[in-house]
């Protein structure tokens, strides 16, 4: 590949670490945590091997969504810091060759934005058409509704003018309106201004909902064809910074996804999270079989060499299953979260990982090992390094934005505070700090931490895997995945394990029209410390895999050695 083709592409790579500043280290011993605190553990990231950190949101907000209400899309939320902290955490993390995104709420604002408190206060105010309102009496909405038991519509009628505005999500947080071009330019001027604070780029919440027209004024003029405006948001992030990324959070079908990556001109979002492979992952691990996600692996257009996908086991949010079936649904409900209190909005799971797979280290290993081979780049959530668990005490989706588990002091290193005062408490239990923690994970060579810095650096040193063409290769077994991903002439090759039976593989990895005078000398080399598997004379390999086994390799060969 040319430098011309390549170069800068960053995103294609990377490996991203989302992380909450409120809850990830408490600097100044207030109970939450800040700026000042996450610089200190700046270099905690950098030794993990992350290339980019992904800031949920920190800007000024009452924190009725944690955050994604936000009242100033120019500011600081004060428990977190000042302008001046993040300037100095986004040089920090680039000084250890970090990039840092930001999460980028401009589908709502809070109730309480300066915008929102106008534009309620009459049909004429300058702000009015900030939001969408209506005059009529709405339908029912009931269905629409993002968080269902919490809101029943999707509109609420506003006292002081009798109309009704526009929520996607809670009431507290009206939807903008995009198609009033003063909303597009503040959105713009406020991406500029962060740009300008050295942010590399964007996490775009709820594109789809972002880009809705509905509900905005007919007015021919005033519409806007939502692809064009993502375009040339896209475009404008592109002239302030070259390689600015937006990656956006898209839980919609690939046809759909597909065009808000700009179809095959791929001009709009860079990057998506891949949502229906996580979902089908997890079927795949409830009924240990890896034919559910290798169908929708295949079933996963092609895109625009420059974008990629985001992958991931779980976020910040209910790990959501919407686009199972209701029985497949099931299925992994009754086998990773079987009370209710574990599922949430009927849909998902409110759960992590490691409780979800009653803390089975090689499950948890093989889970993780296959996130960093899929083709795509690896997105972890804060803790998943030395497997956290979730706290069911909390509500809702907080049960997964406990404090990050430094070690086994007190509030697990979190915070120096009383426990009274702490913006959320730490996980209780055989998954809290007194077991799980970032100090002993780092002394044990065996821990899940070091395993995932490993990994991290095998993805790092593989670019076939962010940037290849992937393949899945046939083999007998269906608890088996196994598939190989190729670019520039070299080729790894991925073997996972879904089942609690050790089992061998036998496979060609070569393709079968590979010339047999090729294979001299060729084999596979492990990546991860096992041993190098040769090739038999017709280019075929055998190997064991463990139960939830996993193996990555490279294949080396002489340079005569095709792969079809
Ligand atoms: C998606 C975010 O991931 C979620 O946490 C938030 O509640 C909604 N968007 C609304 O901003």
Same mark, same amino acid.
């Given at each position: 590949?040319?430098?011309?083709?390549?170069?800068?592409?960053?995103?294609?790579?990377?490996?991203?670490?989302?992380?909450?500043?409120?809850?990830? +280290?408490?600097?100044?011993?207030?109970?939450?945590?800040?700026?000042?605190?996450?610089?200190?553990?700046?270099?905690?990231?950098?030794?993990?091997?992350?290339?980019?950190?992904?800031?949920?949101?920190?800007?000024?907000?009452?924190?009725?969504?944690?955050?994604?209400?936000?009242?100033?899309?120019?500011?600081?939320?004060?428990?977190?810091?000042?302008?001046?902290?993040?300037?100095? +955490?986004?040089?920090?993390?680039?000084?250890?060759?970090?990039?840092?995104?930001?999460?980028?709420?401009?589908?709502?604002?809070?109730?309480?934005?300066?915008?929102?408190?106008?534009?309620?206060?009459? @049909?004429?105010?300058?702000?009015?058409?900030?939001?969408?309102?209506?005059?009529?009496?709405?339908?029912?909405?009931?269905?629409?509704?993002?968080?269902?038991?919490?809101?029943?519509?999707?509109?609420?009628?506003?006292?002081?003018?009798?109309?009704?505005?526009?929520?996607?999500?809670?009431?507290?947080?009206?939807?903008?309106?995009?198609?009033?071009?003063?909303?597009?330019?503040?959105? *713009?001027?406020?991406?500029?201004?962060?740009?300008?604070?050295?942010?590399?780029?964007?996490?775009?919440?709820?594109?789809?909902?972002?880009?809705?027209?509905?509900?905005?004024?007919?007015?021919?003029?005033?519409?806007?064809?939502?692809?064009?405006?993502?375009?040339?948001?896209?475009?404008?992030?592109?002239?302030?910074?070259?390689?600015?990324?937006?990656?956006?959070?898209?839980?919609?079908?690939?046809?759909?996804?597909?065009?808000?990556?700009?179809?095959?001109?791929?001009?709009? @979002?860079?990057?998506?999270?891949?949502?229906?492979?996580?979902?089908?992952?997890?079927?795949?691990?409830?009924?240990?079989?890896?034919?559910?996600?290798?169908?929708?692996?295949?079933?996963?257009?092609?895109?625009?060499?420059?974008?990629?996908?985001?992958?991931?086991?779980?976020?910040?949010?209910? @790990?959501?299953?919407?686009?199972?079936?209701?029985?497949?649904?099931?299925?992994?409900?009754?086998?990773?979260?079987?009370?209710?209190?574990?599922?949430?909005?009927?849909?998902?799971?409110?759960?992590?990982?490691?409780?979800?797979?009653?803390?089975?280290?090689?499950?948890?290993?093989?889970?993780?090992?296959?996130?960093?081979?899929?083709?795509?780049?690896?997105?972890?959530?804060?803790?998943?390094?030395?497997?956290?668990?979730?706290?069911?005490?909390?509500?809702?989706?907080?049960?997964?934005?406990?404090?990050?588990?430094?070690?086994?002091?007190?509030?697990?290193?979190?915070?120096?505070?009383?426990?009274?005062?702490?913006?959320?408490?730490?996980?209780?239990?055989?998954?809290?700090?007194?077991?799980?923690?970032?100090?002993?994970?780092?002394?044990?060579?065996?821990?899940?931490?070091?395993?995932?810095?490993?990994?991290?650096?095998?993805?790092?040193?593989?670019?076939?895997?962010?940037?290849?063409?992937?393949?899945?290769?046939?083999?007998?077994?269906?608890?088996?995945?196994?598939?190989?991903?190729?670019?520039?002439?070299?080729?790894?090759?991925?073997?996972?394990?879904?089942?609690?039976?050790?089992?061998?593989?036998? *496979?060609?990895?070569?393709?079968?029209?590979?010339?047999?005078?090729?294979?001299?000398?060729?084999? @596979?080399?492990?990546?991860?410390?096992?041993?190098?598997?040769?090739?038999?004379?017709?280019?075929?390999?055998? +190997?064991?895999?463990?139960?939830?086994?996993?193996?990555? +390799?490279?294949?080396?060969?002489?340079?005569?050695?095709?792969?079809?």
């Amino acid at each position: 590949m040319s430098i011309a083709e390549t170069s800068d592409l960053w995103w294609k790579n990377a490996v991203i670490y989302c992380l909450d500043p409120e809850t990830f +280290f408490d600097g100044d011993g207030d109970g939450t945590g800040d700026f000042s605190g996450l610089i200190q553990r700046v270099d905690y990231l950098a030794a993990l091997g992350v290339t980019c950190i992904w800031l949920m949101p920190f800007y000024p907000t009452p924190d009725r969504d944690d955050g994604y209400d936000v009242t100033d899309m120019y500011g600081v939320d004060r428990r977190l810091g000042t302008l001046g902290d993040v300037v100095e +955490f986004i040089r920090t993390a680039k000084d250890r060759g970090m990039r840092v995104i930001a999460d980028f709420v401009v589908n709502h604002t809070s109730d309480r934005h300066p915008w929102f408190v106008e534009s309620r206060k009459s @049909l004429d105010n300058p702000y009015r058409d900030y939001y969408v309102w209506r005059d009529d009496t709405p339908p029912d909405t009931s269905d629409e509704v993002v968080f269902p038991g919490e809101e029943s519509s999707i509109w609420t009628r506003d006292q002081a003018t009798g109309e009704w505005y526009l929520h996607m999500f809670a009431k507290h947080q009206p939807d903008l309106n995009v198609a009033n071009p003063k909303v597009r330019d503040e959105i *713009a001027k406020s991406m500029g201004f962060w740009l300008q604070l050295g942010i590399d780029g964007f996490r775009l919440d709820a594109v789809p909902f972002f880009l809705e027209l509905r509900g905005a004024p007919e007015d021919k003029a005033a519409r806007i064809d939502p692809h064009d405006y993502l375009a040339a948001l896209r475009s404008f992030l592109n002239r302030r910074n070259g390689s600015g990324v937006l990656l956006g959070e898209v839980n919609l079908p690939y046809k759909d996804q597909l065009k808000y990556f700009g179809g095959p001109e791929g001009n709009e @979002l860079n990057m998506q999270f891949d949502f229906l492979s996580m979902q089908m992952m997890y079927l795949s691990l409830a009924r240990e079989d890896a034919r559910p996600l290798a169908t929708n692996l295949k079933s996963r257009p092609k895109i625009h060499p420059d974008n990629q996908w985001a992958m991931f086991v779980r976020n910040h949010d209910e @790990l959501t299953l919407d686009k199972l079936s209701d029985t497949e649904r099931e299925e992994v409900f009754a086998a990773f979260g079987p009370d209710e209190n574990m599922q949430m909005y009927g849909r998902g799971l409110r759960r992590r990982l490691p409780t979800m797979l009653s803390g089975d280290p090689a499950r948890i290993r093989m889970v993780y090992s296959l996130m960093f081979s899929l083709p795509g780049t690896p997105v972890l959530f804060y803790g998943e390094e030395i497997g956290m668990g979730e706290d069911l005490r909390a509500e809702g989706r907080s049960a997964v934005r406990s404090p990050m588990q430094w070690s086994s002091a007190e509030n697990g290193g979190f915070s120096t505070a009383p426990a009274k005062d702490l913006v959320a408490q730490p996980v209780d239990g055989s998954f809290g700090p007194e077991f799980i923690n970032v100090a002993s994970a780092k002394r044990e060579p065996g821990s899940l931490w070091n395993f995932v810095a490993t990994l991290i650096q095998r993805y790092r040193e593989s670019p076939e895997l962010g940037w290849g063409d992937f393949e899945l290769l046939k083999q007998p077994s269906a608890q088996v995945l196994l598939h190989r991903s190729t670019w520039s002439g070299s080729t790894v090759v991925l073997a996972h394990n879904f089942g609690a039976e050790r089992t061998s593989v036998s *496979a060609s990895v070569t393709g079968a029209g590979t010339a047999k005078q090729g294979l001299a000398g060729a084999y @596979l080399e492990d990546l991860l410390g096992g041993e190098d598997v040769p090739f038999d004379d017709d280019g075929n390999v055998r +190997f064991e895999l463990d139960r939830y086994g996993y193996r990555w +390799f490279r294949v080396h060969r002489p340079e005569n050695l095709k792969l079809v």
